[in-house]
């Protein structure tokens, strides 16, 4: 089985820079896709960024400029490098990789973890 865990979320004064980082572990064969969601209170979960296997990058327009997703592919971790933090960026950062398991590919989700960009 696979499991994904976030890392690196806090407080921040505005302006400020946090690095997310998210491993993932278990039965891997190999992970395609990872990439960086967000969820404020009251709204739907969003894209933030993501990466594919080759390294190739989108990012929400809310970000672009600002946050940078890259990945090591020998740790099996992806991370989201966040400057210039903005207030609207506080929500819960939730990890999200397609994982191959044998010959399987699975959708997978981390816990998430908390940034809060304070004024």
């Known amino acids: 089985q696979v499991q994904l865990v976030e890392s690196g979320g806090g407080l921040v004064q505005a302006g400020g820079s946090l690095r997310l980082s998210c491993a993932a572990s278990?039965?891997?064969?190999?992970?395609?896709?990872m990439g960086w969601y967000r969820q404020a209170p009251g709204k739907q979960r969003e894209l933030v960024a993501i990466?594919?296997?080759?390294?190739?990058?989108n990012y929400a327009d809310s970000v672009k400029g600002r946050f940078t997703i890259s990945r090591d592919n020998a740790k099996n971790t992806v991370y989201l490098q966040m400057n210039s933090l903005k207030p609207e960026d506080t929500a819960v950062y939730y990890c999200?990789?397609?994982?191959?398991?044998?010959?399987?590919?699975?959708?997978?989700w981390g816990q998430g973890t908390q940034v809060t960009v304070s004024s």
């Open positions: 278990g039965s891997i064969r190999s992970i395609n896709t």
């Open positions: 990466i594919s296997s080759g390294s190739n990058t």
């Open positions: 999200n990789a397609a994982i191959v398991i044998v010959t399987r590919e699975g959708d997978y």
